[in-house]
């Protein structure tokens, strides 16, 4: 067991945050993050929601990051010790019965990873929903849209139409069309 994945997941009384939601904010000043990016778009702090199996979730992150955001990367929060995933509780994750899973969300890996990205999205001002993606992406965007952040859905070539996508402030069909959303001008890197 990781005890240094266990430590990051722990919260501060006072506050209810833990320290991933300090690392992320300490990152902001470590850069010199104003109010602005560079061409004057109001800067966001973006929690990018997606899965560990989308092939693009690396690139929107990065192309967000670029036009000067603050962005999380779920894969790579910024306390240093890799994203969470439960092979790290069991290997044998994916035979569990409900019983079972129900009993790993206790786990210790399991809270600190909860954690992690609960302060992310405390954090966050701005949602990005990257198709495809599973439930706990879904969750995060719907928390999201129902603390009254900003919501975006962008779209794979794949996606079957959801109702409840209504939810999200945008819908967008390209990593541009997210830009544009967020008020940069047009001609950045497509994801």
Request: glycine residues 10%; contains cysteine.
């Amino acid at each position: 067991m990781d005890e240094r994945k266990i430590a990051a997941g722990k919260v501060n009384p006072v506050t209810g945050f833990g320290p991933t939601y300090y690392a992320l904010r300490a990152e902001q000043f470590r850069r010199g993050y104003g109010a602005f990016t560079k061409d004057g778009v109001p800067r966001r702090t973006i929690y990018v929601a997606s899965s560990w199996r989308n092939d693009y979730q690396a690139a929107v992150v990065e192309i967000l990051r670029d036009a000067g955001h603050s962005v999380y990367d779920f894969k790579n929060p910024p306390h240093g010790m890799g994203g969470f995933q439960w092979s790290e509780i069991d290997p044998e994750w994916q035979t569990w019965t409900p019983e079972a899973y129900r009993n790993a969300l206790q786990h210790p890996i399991a809270k600190a990873g909860y954690q992690s990205d609960y302060d992310a999205m405390m954090w966050a001002d701005t949602f990005v929903l990257v198709l495809p993606c599973g439930r706990s992406a879904h969750l995060e965007l719907g928390w999201a849209a129902g603390a009254g952040k900003n919501t975006c859905i962008l779209l794979d070539h794949e996606s079957e139409p959801e109702l409840m996508a209504k939810m999200a402030d945008h819908i967008a069909s390209d990593s541009n069309d997210v830009l544009r959303w967020l008020g940069h001008g047009v001609g950045q890197t497509t994801a």
